[in-house]
């Protein structure tokens, strides 16, 4: 049974809204958590919106009032794809009287829809709320791949308390140590000390400049395919795309990359949880409300458009491609559905491996006419180095 006490029902105003909306609004199709009519039957439910309005930690905090409900207005207002699976709007986490409460409230609620089979999607506050969302994961899975899109890396100096900044700094360094991956798309490198850069680097993560990722969108999809957390921090979107008092960046992502990253979010069918963060709540702000409502709906969008594909050598509708690199031998798996593309990392029974297990490494065609022409894939590579860390 879900932490109800943890969940603040969605205001009355926002459900009064709601019943204005015409039958074939989004609004007037999901269920939703009111004072009225109580917590929704959740056993049709593969997808819920929750607001998660604590920012205590972001190191601009002042204070300020804070809700998330303008988004929830132009999320409600918008027609649903063709879309088979079910919806809930559970509402804001209650704030806890520290934020290590809401951490633990949010992250009990996170294991039981996580464990239950439904993909959470939380909006509005800091971005340390990451932290919360990954030891939601403590008791489900061990080598978890984070992908973040930002501008920052977020590591920070990880003896200070945590906050929006320094939040991966901790994931790293505190016990269990669980995460595999951590991949950063869109950093601007102005935006990141030089020692935060090597770092990532020493611990053969990955991380894609804003610049390479809008010259081909596409680019990122292998990415967002291998994760199982992904986040938005709205500071990688430039500040045109923005209602004013956002205090973004001129530069970053425009609306129509946000929304393709999102949509590449969603058809992942390994990604059990969303998050979208760094919203700073300002009223008469309706056009950062409609941007974040969109990128729900392309999140929702990709959910439903979902294909479970397991590569093998034995599936008739997957091509085995092997290439020899020096007295590497590098195995390639490609879809003939999809037309999706996988590389084989391999168990070394000599060396303690993190993954304790072949795996396949989501890549691009590109990654495979590299190979033919003797250039090691630069993803493969990292990854197997951090398999034997």
């Keep these: 049974m879900f932490a109800l006490d943890c969940l603040v029902p969605v205001k009355d105003a926002v459900i009064a809204h709601c019943q204005l909306l015409g039958s074939n609004n989004i609004g007037a199709k999901i269920k939703i958590h009111s004072s009225l009519e109580g917590f929704p039957d959740l056993s049709d439910i593969k997808i819920a919106i929750i ?3 604590e920012q205590r930690n972001d190191i601009d905090f002042i204070g300020n009032n804070y809700d998330i409900n303008g988004i929830r207005k132009s999320f409600y207002q918008l027609f649903k794809g063709n879309w088979m699976h079910g919806i809930a709007d559970l509402g804001d986490f209650k704030l806890g009287e520290n934020t290590s409460d809401t951490y633990y409230a949010m992250k009990t609620v996170m294991f039981e829809m996580v464990t239950s089979g439904i993909i959470p999607i939380l909006i509005g506050g800091s971005q340390d709320l990451t ?4 030891r939601a994961y403590d008791e489900i899975k061990s080598m978890l791949n984070i992908v973040n899109i930002d501008a920052r890396f977020d590591l ?3 003896t200070k308390p945590i906050n929006n900044r320094n939040y991966m700094g901790k994931i790293i360094t505190e016990k269990p140590f669980n995460l595999f991956n951590y991949t950063v798309l869109g950093y601007q490198t102005y935006l990141n000390p030089q020692e935060e850069i090597d770092l990532m ?3 053969f993560f990955e991380s894609y400049r804003l610049g390479t990722l809008i010259q081909n969108i596409e680019f990122a999809e292998p990415m967002l395919r291998d994760a199982d957390i992904v986040t938005i921090d709205l500071d990688a979107i430039k500040a045109s795309e923005l209602g004013s008092r956002q205090q973004q960046s ?6 129509r990359e946000i929304c393709a990253l999102s ?3 969603g058809i992942s069918s390994k990604v059990s ?3 979208i963060f760094q919203y700073r709540s300002f009223e008469e702000d309706e ?3 409609e941007l974040i409502a969109q990128i729900i709906w392309y999140f929702i969008e990709g959910v439903n458009y979902r294909l479970e594909e397991k590569p093998s050598v034995h599936h008739p509708n997957f091509q085995k491609f092997t290439v020899l690199i020096d007295d590497q031998e590098l195995v390639f798996f490609k879809s003939l559905d999809s037309r999706r593309w996988w590389i084989e990392i391999p168990f070394l029974t000599l060396q303690d491996n993190k993954l304790k297990q072949h795996s396949l490494l989501p890549c691009t065609q590109r990654d495979y006419d590299d190979a033919g022409m003797g250039i090691i894939p630069e993803r493969w590579y990292k990854v197997c180095r951090r398999n034997s860390l």
């Design 287 to 289: 056009v950062t409300s």
């Design 263 to 265: 949509r590449y979010a």
């Design 131 to 134: 932290f919360a969302m990954y």
């Design 250 to 255: 001129p530069n970053g992502f425009d609306s």
């Design 201 to 203: 680097d020493k611990l």
């Design 273 to 275: 949880s969303f998050g």
């Design 51 to 53: 607001g998660a309005t």
């Design 156 to 158: 920070s100096d990880d």
